[in-house]
Structures are given as structure tokens and as C-alpha cells.
């Protein structure tokens, strides 16, 4: 399978590449550079490896939701708990990747962009530890609807830009960020949250949550003796459904499932599914499946959860769209949020909402399934962050 | 010849560099922008940098992005922006139009049906700022079917070897970013943008045109000085947002700003 994409010129069969304005280009391309010294190199690695396990606390353990199985009465479920780790999801896993990056380029600034706050909370953290400025670019909506992690992200240090053109959401936070980048070239390092951009942060950002999916096919085989039957992930950009994917691309009989946002129903256009929904074009550095109108402009997405809001989705799931290695599928809000109340009053986890379409999924998978079958659910992350969200949808119900 | 080769020719023959305004396509409203692409060439426009709306000008500082906002709210498409140019070429055949932008709205047209429409329309030139010549292939080989020309950027972290692949598949002139950041920045360092101007010309025939940062005559005369072409975007399009209210005024003021600029550029030829 695609084990070893991208290519040199980060494709994945069409997808990927590198579409930026050419003041970025030589930056990249030093990027590209260290990187490839980087993962080559026992001591980054030894460093890497170092921090994933003392700071953010890995391996995170997978776990078998029993309750939560017998009441839907089919496969068994087990989670993947990236909502254990340091900052509460899997953002933190490439976050340390790339700032220990950074530090081997002798960056000193730090920028992101976020969605969720997660992202952005795992950035403003690595870059307290290595004393690094940090800069977080965030939409003006999703700084109202995730203020929690935007107060983490000042405790920490960053300092949060809030970012007021377009659709004042996650795209327009990576938009600004690239602005800045391109601005500020020599001394910043640009960590992008998720699976996209240009070449090569959509490998760069997969390589480094790809510890999720080797450590869970490690940990389901000494567990079960066999790999699950199917892995469920949300995909907003992709990363966290990715870095679970990577290790198993080549276990053919593993069925891979990334859930998209269908909003308010892949039919009232208000969805962030292009992998559902969109076709392929050119975002933010790479081309692949987007959610765009007739005349190539990106159109506004709509989800319950920041963290998927988002029109584009990284190459690497485009590519395994089209040659069906991946399904792709999408949950609404009201069936997110209906995962979200379930997995907290069955299992007593609080899921993020991103992580609840996942769950929502996985739901209508597993009574499809025997109870000697297993489905792997990537939970991407916890819910502390979508309390306010929550609570007021609640009131709003009465 | 192609009408921008035929214009660098002759601007070559007369020693006068050449002032290329940029305004965004239907900011801000459709109706306004013809007429005012006359008006700058009037003004003493050689060449008309035209942008096509785009929801993310990732590469653009707030100046323009408004405009492409102004220009969306009115469904300015890339189907219209090129009825514009035709509309243009009524009673203008010889000042070239470059359109500036950005690669998916032209992805999402088809690249060949794009440059067959563009040739058609009269457009002379394609610059898109998101993809550097190796990731636009497919494109540049649809434009050049149609004697369409090419035109790349180059920037200050451009390495001389990256000169040399950019200018081998340019065609009509190179645009020089002459600072690291978006358009409408404000920071233009003379002395780095002629040092890199030498780099640039010790490898190619081309004119090279410099844009980003120039914002006032004085400006302007500075760069005329040292390039071939002088791109003013932000500063002319921002006049053009201070008077969205009277779309009417947009021409007179929009034209006088670009005759002092001609004026002074016009000063500092020999
Ligand atoms: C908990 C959680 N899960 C998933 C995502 C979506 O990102 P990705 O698709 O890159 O994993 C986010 C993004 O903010 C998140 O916070």
C-alpha cells in the first residue's frame, strides 16, 4: 500500500505537493532538509522518544469499553486513549515533534495555527518547556466557543491572535499563520496541527503521530493475539485518523473508517466533508479533496466541533479515498453529540467533540459486527474543553 | 511578439520603465472596473495587473484581501473577470493584462479550458502566487499552447540556483518580491532589492519587474531607478476602498494617484 508515500515531491499519487508563494519556498525546502537529517538520526530520535514517554506520558493505553460493547451488541469496542495524554489529545504528539525540530533549525519563534485550542495548547506548552516565543493563530469563532484552551494557551505564554477575516475559523487561523510565516521566515518555525500544508509537513505531521497506530498494533496484539477487525478516527485535517492508519496500511484485512463533520447533514451544505462531499483543488499548500463552489472558491464548513471545521483534509487521505484503501464516511452533530453524552455516562470518559464523531461511528458499525469482531476507535482527545458548548446546546434543548 | 514583449521593447527603446497598476477584478463592484482600467491607462499604466477574487489570498496583507471580500460579496467569478478583459479589449488592443491570483479557481475551471477562455478574452499573462513553476506544469504548458505568458515571482530567499530553473520557464518578465512578507507591507530595503536585481539580471534577458512595498511616489522613483517594471497593489487599491461608498470617484482618484506615480518614476529615467 502507500507505506512509503509521498514521493520526493510529497505526492500521493495526485495529491500533496507544494503550492506556495515562492518566498517560501527555500524555507521549505531547508525544512525538508532537517527533517530528513532529523529522522535519520538516533539522538533526535532518542530525544523524541525520551519526551513522548516522560512529558507526555506514552504509551497511552488502549482500552476495552465492556459496558459500552454489551449495550450495543456487536464487536467489541477499544479506545486508543490519546485524551490521557500531556494537554488532553493526540496534538501534542507532533507538536513535540516539530518544536524539537525547530530547536535542531535554531528557530526561536514559534507559530500555529488551531482550531479546537488543542493544538494550539500543545504548541504554547512545548514552547514554554523549550523557551521558545509562541504565537497562536485562532478564528474569532472558535476563540469564543473554546475559551478554556485559550486561557491555557496565555497561562502558557502564547500569545493568541485572533484572527478576523473569512469565515473567522480554523482555515482563516492557517491562512494568517502562513501570512506571518512568510513575514517572519528567518526566525520562525511554522507547526502546523494537522496533516496538511505543503510538502513535507503532511508526511512530517503523519510520521510523528504514527506512534499512535504502532504503539496500538503492538499493544491490541499482546492484548488479543489479533488486530481489530476495523479503526474508526474523526478526520478534520486527518492527523489523528492518519497517525492511527499509517501502521496498519499494510494489514489488508483491517478496514479503515475516518469520520467526517456532516454538520447539520451532508445534505443541508452546512457540513465540513470534503471527502464526502467536495472534490479535488488546491488549499493551503497542497491539493486535495476541498469544499469549494463552481468557481473554485472555498465555501464556509459548519460543525458542532472547531477542530473539524475545516474545508480541506490532508493528501494522504485523499489518496486513500480514491484508491479505497480508506472509507470515508460522516456523522452529524446531533449524532456526535449523542456519542459524547453516551461514552461519559457508559464508560465515564468525557470525549472531545471532535473524538465523538469517531464514536458516533463506531456506534453504527459495531451492531453490524459479531461480538468475536473488534473495532480500535482513536480517541483523539478529552471533552473538558467543550464543556461551555455542551452545557449551553443543553439549555438551549430546555 | 507578444504584447508584453512589445511593450518592454518599446518602453526598452525610450529608456522608461514601466508602471503596472494592480487593482482586484470587481472591487468594488463589477461595474467599476473597466471603466477604470482605462482610466489608469490614461493615467500612464503600461501594463494591467487584474486580480481574480479568491476566498484565501494566503500571500495577501488585509488591503487586498478586503478587496477580494468586496469583489466576492458581488459573485465575481473567473468567468466574469474574463468578460471584463474582453470587454476591455473592445477599445483597447494593446495594453497587456496579466491576471494575478491564485491556482483553484483555475484548477476548478480546467486548466485548458481556462487558457483557451483567457486567449480569447485577451489576457496576456498568468501569475498565480501559490504555485512556483514546478508545481504548475500542467498549467503552464495550457497557457503556453495559447501564447499565453507564464510569469513567476522571485523573492529575496530565492537562491541563485532557483533563479536559474525559475527564468528558464518564464516568459514576458519576472516579478521580484522585493521584501519577505505579504502585499502592502511597508518595510522596501533599496540597496537588498538592487544587490538581488544584479543576481537576478546576471542570469536572464527578462525584465524584471518589482513589486510589495511600493506605496508613494517616493517609493516608486526608488525602484524605477533600478527595475524595469514598478507594481503598485495596496496602495492604489486602498485609495480604491476609501471611496467604495462613491463608486463614481473611483476612476478620478484612482487615476490621479497613478499619474503621480508616472511622474515620478518618469523622473528618475535618464
Ligand atoms: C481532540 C481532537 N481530535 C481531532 C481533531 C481534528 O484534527 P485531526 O483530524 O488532524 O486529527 C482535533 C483538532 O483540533 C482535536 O482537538
Given at each position: 500500500?502507500?507505506?512509503?508515500?509521498?514521493?520526493?515531491l510529497?505526492?500521493?499519487?495526485r495529491?500533496?505537493?507544494t503550492?506556495?508563494a515562492?518566498?517560501?519556498?527555500?524555507?521549505?525546502?531547508?525544512?525538508?532538509e532537517?527533517?530528513a537529517q532529523?529522522?535519520?538520526?538516533p539522538?533526535?530520535l532518542a530525544e523524541?522518544?525520551a519526551?513522548?514517554q516522560h512529558y507526555?506520558?506514552r504509551?497511552s493505553p488502549?482500552?476495552?469499553?465492556?459496558?459500552?460493547?454489551?449495550?450495543?451488541g456487536?464487536?467489541q469496542?477499544?479506545f486508543k486513549?490519546?485524551d490521557?495524554n500531556?494537554?488532553g489529545a493526540?496534538?501534542?504528539?507532533?507538536?513535540?515533534?516539530q518544536a524539537?525540530l525547530?530547536?535542531r533549525m535554531g528557530k526561536?519563534?514559534i507559530i500555529a495555527?488551531?482550531?479546537a485550542?488543542q493544538?494550539g495548547?500543545a504548541?504554547?506548552?512545548?514552547?514554554?518547556r523549550?523557551?521558545?516565543?509562541?504565537v497562536?493563530?485562532?478564528?474569532?469563532?472558535?476563540?469564543?466557543?473554546q475559551q478554556?484552551?485559550?486561557q491555557?494557551?496565555q497561562l502558557l505564554?502564547?500569545?493568541v491572535?485572533?484572527?478576523a477575516?473569512?469565515?473567522k475559523?480554523?482555515?482563516?487561523?492557517?491562512n494568517?499563520a502562513m501570512r506571518?510565516?512568510?513575514t517572519q521566515?528567518?526566525?520562525t518555525?511554522?507547526?502546523?496541527?494537522?496533516?496538511?500544508?505543503?510538502?513535507?509537513y503532511?508526511?512530517?505531521?503523519r510520521?510523528?503521530?504514527?506512534v499512535?497506530?504502532?504503539?496500538?498494533r503492538?499493544q491490541?496484539?499482546?492484548?488479543?493475539g489479533?488486530?481489530?477487525d476495523?479503526l474508526v478516527?474523526?478526520?478534520g485535517?486527518?492527523s489523528?485518523?492518519?497517525?492511527l492508519?499509517h501502521p496498519f496500511?499494510?494489514?489488508?484485512?483491517v478496514?479503515l473508517?475516518?469520520v467526517?463533520?456532516?454538520?447539520?447533514?451532508?445534505?443541508?451544505?452546512?457540513?465540513?466533508?470534503?471527502?464526502n462531499?467536495?472534490?479535488?483543488?488546491v488549499?493551503?499548500g497542497?491539493?486535495?479533496?476541498?469544499?469549494?463552489d463552481a468557481?473554485?472558491?472555498i465555501?464556509a464548513t459548519?460543525?458542532?466541533s472547531?477542530?473539524?471545521?475545516?474545508p480541506?483534509?490532508?493528501p494522504?487521505?485523499a489518496w486513500?479515498?480514491?484508491t479505497?484503501?480508506a472509507t470515508y464516511?460522516?456523522?452529524?452533530d446531533?449524532?456526535?453529540?449523542e456519542?459524547f453524552y453516551?461514552?461519559?455516562?457508559?464508560?465515564?470518559?468525557i470525549?472531545?467533540?471532535?473524538s465523538?464523531?469517531?464514536?458516533?461511528y463506531?456506534?453504527?458499525?459495531?451492531p453490524?459486527l459479531?461480538p468475536a469482531?473488534a473495532?480500535?476507535i482513536?480517541?483523539?482527545?478529552?471533552?473538558?474543553k467543550?464543556m461551555?458548548t455542551?452545557?449551553a446546546?443543553a439549555e438551549d434543548?430546555? | 511578439?507578444?504584447?508584453?514583449a512589445?511593450?518592454f521593447a518599446?518602453l526598452r527603446a525610450r529608456s522608461?520603465?514601466?508602471?503596472i497598476?494592480f487593482?482586484?477584478?470587481g472591487?468594488p463592484?463589477p461595474?467599476?472596473?473597466?471603466?477604470?482600467?482605462?482610466t489608469?491607462v490614461?493615467?500612464?499604466a503600461d501594463i494591467i495587473?487584474?486580480?481574480v477574487?479568491?476566498s484565501d489570498?494566503?500571500a495577501d496583507?488585509p488591503v487586498?484581501q478586503?478587496a477580494?471580500?468586496r469583489?466576492?460579496?458581488h459573485g465575481v467569478?473567473l468567468?466574469?473577470?474574463?468578460?471584463?478583459?474582453?470587454?476591455?479589449?473592445?477599445?483597447?488592443?494593446?495594453?497587456p493584462?496579466?491576471l494575478m491570483?491564485?491556482l483553484?479557481?483555475l484548477e476548478a475551471m480546467?486548466?485548458?479550458?481556462?487558457a483557451a477562455?483567457?486567449?480569447q478574452?485577451?489576457?496576456?499573462?498568468?501569475?498565480?502566487?501559490d504555485?512556483?513553476?514546478?508545481?504548475c506544469?500542467?498549467?503552464?504548458?495550457?497557457l503556453?499552447q495559447?501564447?499565453i505568458?507564464?510569469i513567476?515571482l522571485?523573492?529575496?530567499t530565492t537562491?541563485s540556483a532557483?533563479?536559474?530553473?525559475?527564468?528558464?520557464?518564464a516568459r514576458?518578465f519576472?516579478?521580484?518580491v522585493s521584501l519577505k512578507?505579504v502585499?502592502?507591507?511597508?518595510?522596501l530595503?533599496?540597496?537588498?532589492?538592487?544587490a538581488?536585481?544584479r543576481?537576478i539580471?546576471?542570469?536572464t534577458?527578462l525584465?524584471?519587474?518589482?513589486?510589495?512595498?511600493?506605496?508613494?511616489a517616493?517609493t516608486a522613483r526608488?525602484m524605477?531607478?533600478?527595475?524595469?517594471?514598478v507594481?503598485?497593489?495596496s496602495?492604489?487599491v486602498a485609495?480604491?476602498?476609501?471611496?467604495?461608498?462613491q463608486p463614481?470617484?473611483?476612476?478620478t482618484l484612482?487615476?490621479?494617484?497613478?499619474?503621480?506615480?508616472?511622474?515620478?518614476?518618469?523622473?528618475?529615467?535618464?
Amino acid at each position: 500500500m502507500s507505506a512509503d508515500l509521498p514521493d520526493e515531491l510529497g505526492h500521493f499519487g495526485r495529491y500533496g505537493g507544494t503550492f506556495v508563494a515562492e518566498t517560501l519556498m527555500e524555507p521549505i525546502a531547508q525544512l525538508r532538509e532537517a527533517y530528513a537529517q532529523a529522522r535519520q538520526d538516533p539522538a533526535f530520535l532518542a530525544e523524541l522518544d525520551a519526551d513522548l514517554q516522560h512529558y507526555v506520558g506514552r504509551p497511552s493505553p488502549i482500552y476495552h469499553a465492556e459496558r459500552l460493547s454489551r449495550e450495543l451488541g456487536g464487536a467489541q469496542l477499544y479506545f486508543k486513549r490519546e485524551d490521557l495524554n500531556h494537554t488532553g489529545a493526540h496534538k501534542i504528539n507532533s507538536a513535540i515533534g516539530q518544536a524539537l525540530l525547530a530547536k535542531r533549525m535554531g528557530k526561536t519563534r514559534i507559530i500555529a495555527e488551531t482550531g479546537a485550542g488543542q493544538h494550539g495548547v500543545a504548541t504554547a506548552t512545548v514552547a514554554a518547556r523549550l523557551g521558545l516565543e509562541c504565537v497562536v493563530f485562532m478564528g474569532e469563532v472558535d476563540i469564543a466557543r473554546q475559551q478554556p484552551n485559550v486561557q491555557r494557551m496565555q497561562l502558557l505564554g502564547a500569545e493568541v491572535r485572533s484572527v478576523a477575516s473569512g469565515s473567522k475559523t480554523l482555515k482563516d487561523a492557517l491562512n494568517e499563520a502562513m501570512r506571518d510565516w512568510v513575514t517572519q521566515v528567518d526566525n520562525t518555525f511554522y507547526i502546523i496541527g494537522t496533516v496538511a500544508g505543503p510538502h513535507p509537513y503532511p508526511m512530517m505531521v503523519r510520521d510523528f503521530q504514527s506512534v499512535v497506530g504502532r504503539e496500538a498494533r503492538a499493544q491490541f496484539l499482546t492484548l488479543t493475539g489479533q488486530l481489530p477487525d476495523a479503526l474508526v478516527a474523526c478526520v478534520g485535517g486527518g492527523s489523528n485518523a492518519i497517525g492511527l492508519f499509517h501502521p496498519f496500511l499494510a494489514d489488508e484485512d483491517v478496514a479503515l473508517y475516518g469520520v467526517e463533520a456532516a454538520g447539520n447533514g451532508l445534505d443541508s451544505g452546512m457540513h465540513a466533508a470534503p471527502l464526502n462531499a467536495g472534490k479535488p483543488g488546491v488549499l493551503h499548500g497542497n491539493r486535495t479533496y476541498l469544499m469549494e463552489d463552481a468557481d473554485g472558491q472555498i465555501i464556509a464548513t459548519h460543525s458542532i466541533s472547531a477542530g473539524l471545521d475545516y474545508p480541506g483534509v490532508g493528501p494522504e487521505h485523499a489518496w486513500l479515498k480514491d484508491t479505497q484503501r480508506a472509507t470515508y464516511v460522516a456523522v452529524t452533530d446531533d449524532q456526535a453529540l449523542e456519542a459524547f453524552y453516551c461514552l461519559t455516562r457508559s464508560e465515564g470518559i468525557i470525549p472531545a467533540l471532535e473524538s465523538s464523531h469517531a464514536i458516533a461511528y463506531a456506534s453504527q458499525l459495531a451492531p453490524q459486527l459479531t461480538p468475536a469482531q473488534a473495532i480500535l476507535i482513536n480517541l483523539s482527545g478529552r471533552g473538558d474543553k467543550d464543556m461551555a458548548t455542551v452545557t449551553a446546546l443543553a439549555e438551549d434543548a430546555g | 511578439m507578444s504584447r508584453i514583449a512589445a511593450c518592454f521593447a518599446t518602453l526598452r527603446a525610450r529608456s522608461k520603465t514601466a508602471l503596472i497598476p494592480f487593482v482586484t477584478a470587481g472591487d468594488p463592484q463589477p461595474d467599476v472596473t473597466v471603466p477604470l482600467l482605462h482610466t489608469l491607462v490614461a493615467q500612464g499604466a503600461d501594463i494591467i495587473e487584474l486580480g481574480v477574487p479568491f476566498s484565501d489570498p494566503m500571500a495577501d496583507g488585509p488591503v487586498i484581501q478586503l478587496a477580494s471580500e468586496r469583489a466576492l460579496a458581488h459573485g465575481v467569478s473567473l468567468t466574469r473577470v474574463l468578460a471584463m478583459v474582453a470587454e476591455f479589449r473592445q477599445t483597447d488592443s494593446t495594453t497587456p493584462i496579466v491576471l494575478m491570483g491564485y491556482l483553484n479557481p483555475l484548477e476548478a475551471m480546467g486548466y485548458a479550458a481556462f487558457a483557451a477562455r483567457a486567449q480569447q478574452a485577451g489576457v496576456d499573462g498568468v501569475l498565480m502566487v501559490d504555485s512556483p513553476p514546478e508545481a504548475c506544469t500542467e498549467l503552464t504548458d495550457c497557457l503556453q499552447q495559447q501564447a499565453i505568458d507564464s510569469i513567476f515571482l522571485l523573492a529575496p530567499t530565492t537562491t541563485s540556483a532557483r533563479i536559474a530553473q525559475i527564468t528558464r520557464v518564464a516568459r514576458g518578465f519576472v516579478y521580484y518580491v522585493s521584501l519577505k512578507g505579504v502585499t502592502g507591507a511597508a518595510h522596501l530595503d533599496t540597496a537588498s532589492v538592487a544587490a538581488k536585481l544584479r543576481e537576478i539580471r546576471a542570469q536572464t534577458e527578462l525584465p524584471v519587474g518589482v513589486g510589495f512595498g511600493i506605496r508613494d511616489a517616493a517609493t516608486a522613483r526608488a525602484m524605477a531607478a533600478i527595475a524595469d517594471a514598478v507594481v503598485v497593489g495596496s496602495a492604489l487599491v486602498a485609495r480604491i476602498a476609501d471611496c467604495a461608498d462613491q463608486p463614481d470617484q473611483i476612476p478620478t482618484l484612482a487615476g490621479a494617484f497613478l499619474a503621480e506615480l508616472r511622474t515620478a518614476i518618469d523622473s528618475s529615467d535618464p
